[in-house]
């Protein structure tokens, strides 16, 4: 009898996560998945979704309702015994002030898991943050962010990331001290992720869907002044394809443990956003302009004006790159976007 594979995925019912599990289920039919979420920030519809834009059958797996730090990790690891564990779940809203939630949310529980995942030999890909880089100098000179420049991040958010990183490093460190190997532990700095899947996200949605939002209704899209702000913003295809190859998945090259920048070593402009979104909604020039306003200044405070993914190390390490370029995912998910839209319409409207 052949073994079931098996994958647990925390926020597998969240963007990223709901996409990965997808792939997961895409690449290994009859895999048993086991979702950890407690649906605060996802839903059952991002797994739906995800496994029809995937072209495969109904999500068939599990859903445990809770919190990532709620699971009993010794228990359910022994249970479902887990090809890989990939850690995506967390409080993502980089407005929240209150330090001693964010920090209990997305880093309490961590330390077991990966005891946990190292004692069983299973990968483990965890989900980081570009947040962590904060507003490094290399940024005042649009330059790439190499994994090195963190440590310094504008948010609580962006420092619970840096604490499960430090968490991270200090595992590694003892488990290597005591004469074991590097645990099979990957940590990946995402940058602004963005594409189908992320409608549930609200506030805390890309840029490229809340411009597309606007300019699908008809209205002018909104920009802080003066829109040159930029950022690398990454198709959430090559995000899951990136988690997939943390975990050796779909590749023959073996990973090596450690934290790694994933975006697509593009930096693109909120200008840049809006017009790759006009030229492939097809709207004409002097049509829904832009309108600009003045950041305020609750946002400026933590605000990150320009991000860039250096993917040297990230390439070296999984023997990964990006596919999908900005300007290709930006046009591939407006005409989602578009259909979308389009479908749920009732006929007797369109």
Wanted: proline residues 5%.
């Amino acid at each position: 009898m052949i073994d079931q594979m098996c994958y647990i995925v925390t926020g597998g019912a969240g963007f990223v996560g709901s996409n990965l599990c997808a792939q997961l289920a895409r690449r290994s039919p009859g895999a048993r998945i086991v979702v950890v979420d407690d649906c605060s920030s996802g839903s059952f519809e991002n797994l739906v979704l995800a496994h029809d834009r995937a072209g495969i059958e109904p999500f068939t797996g599990e859903v445990v309702a809770m919190t990532s730090a709620e699971v009993e990790w010794a228990w359910l690891v022994s249970e479902a015994t887990p090809s890989a564990i990939f850690h995506l779940g967390a409080q993502t809203d980089t407005t929240v002030a209150d330090e001693r939630a964010m920090i209990e949310r997305n880093v309490n529980g961590f330390g077991e898991m990966l005891e946990v995942a190292h004692d069983a030999g299973i990968p483990l890909v965890y989900a980081s943050s570009a947040a962590t880089y904060g507003s490094p100098t290399v940024a005042l000179d649009r330059k790439a962010f190499e994994e090195h420049h963190a440590g310094r991040p504008n948010n609580v958010y962006g420092f619970s990331k840096w604490l499960m990183e430090c968490e991270h490093r200090r595992f590694a460190q003892r488990v290597q001290g005591e004469g074991g190997e590097a645990p099979g532990v990957v940590g990946l700095r995402y940058f602004n992720v963005f594409g189908p899947g992320e409608g549930h996200k609200a506030k805390m949605a890309s840029m490229v869907l809340q411009l597309a939002t606007q300019l699908l209704a008809g209205k002018s899209p909104r920009l802080f002044t003066d829109g040159s702000q930029a950022r690398d913003q990454v198709f959430v295809d090559d995000v899951v394809a990136c988690s997939l190859a943390a975990a050796g998945i779909g590749t023959d090259h073996r990973p090596a443990p450690g934290v790694y920048n994933c975006g697509s070593g593009v930096a693109t402009s909120f200008n840049q956003i809006v017009e790759s979104l006009r030229g492939a909604l097809g709207i004409p020039q002097g049509e829904q302009e832009a309108e600009y306003f003045e950041m305020p200044a609750s946002v400026r405070a933590f605000y990150q004006d320009f991000t860039l993914a250096d993917l040297t190390s990230t390439t070296k390490a999984l023997g990964w790159m990006p596919r999908v370029g900005p300007a290709e995912g930006i046009a591939q998910y407006a005409h989602w976007l578009r259909d979308q839209r389009q479908a749920s319409i009732p006929a007797a409207a369109r």
